[in-house]
């Protein structure tokens, strides 16, 4: 199994400029969550799906943040226009509905906005 | 509402020396409770983790950890650090007793080994 993939690792890019961000689960996972960590606010959730449907998005900072999923094997992370305090690692994480919140995390995109 | 406080920003230990991380946990209902780490540059691998039962719990690379109920806590043990364990150590508690199925992390706990 190749656990939960992420791309690009990296992202540099300048304010204004949209960014996204990409996914694939482990293939039979029901659940997705996007994570973002910074020094000052640690690990947040920002958004996860179930079964491809968002369930709750109230840690998504604003309108300029999206996510989809169009099926149970991709999704991504929006930003547009993207802003210096963006700035981050993002984790995606997967997880097996029977399998009680043991999740499973991606390696991260750190992402800088210049 | 849940939540999770790891009282200890920074921890600095020898090679060889034990180790206690601490965490506490305020939660409604029985917790999940989970121990994450984190090395530098990387995503976030369970260490261990509680459901039910047995209170002390058997985890990855040595470590283990033992829920007390009575003091809401959930502290992560090694009886011999390895210069490989200086990394970032979260604790999590989940699912929410609303009904989320999310983690909610604590802030973690930065593990610095001295040789």
């Known amino acids: 199994d190749a656990g939960v993939i992420q791309s690009p690792r990296h992202e540099v890019t300048e304010m204004g400029q949209e960014v996204t961000l990409r996914c694939k689960p482990i293939?039979?996972?029901?659940?997705l969550f996007w994570y973002r960590q910074t020094m000052m606010r640690g690990l947040e959730l920002l958004i996860y799906f179930n079964n491809n449907v968002p369930i709750d998005d109230s840690g998504m900072p604003e309108d300029r943040f999206s996510a989809k999923m169009p099926n149970a094997s991709f999704s991504t992370l929006k930003i547009q226009p993207s802003e210096p305090r963006d700035s981050a690692v993002y984790f995606c994480?997967?997880?097996?509905?029977?399998?009680?919140?043991?999740?499973?995390f991606g390696p991260g995109t750190r992402l800088t906005v210049l | 509402a849940q939540s999770v406080t790891q009282p200890d920003i920074h921890i600095t230990v020898s090679e060889g020396a034990s180790l206690e991380l601490r965490c506490n946990y305020s939660?409604?209902?029985?917790?999940?409770l989970f121990w994450y780490v984190q090395s530098p540059g990387q995503g976030l691998q369970l260490l261990l983790k509680?459901?039910?039962?047995?209170?002390l719990v058997q985890g990855i690379k040595g470590f283990e950890a033992e829920f007390k109920r009575s003091q809401s806590s959930f502290n992560l043990r090694k009886p011999s650090v390895h210069w490989s364990d200086a990394a970032e150590y979260f604790c999590?508690?989940?699912?929410?007793?609303?009904?989320?199925?999310?983690?909610?992390f604590g802030s973690g706990t930065r593990l610095q080994v001295q040789p």
């Open positions: 939660y409604g209902a029985t917790p999940y």
């Open positions: 293939s039979g996972h029901d659940y």
């Open positions: 999590a508690v989940g699912p929410s007793d609303t009904g989320r199925r999310a983690l909610t």
């Open positions: 509680y459901f039910s039962g047995d209170t």
């Open positions: 994480a997967s997880r097996e509905a029977l399998r009680a919140n043991e999740q499973f």
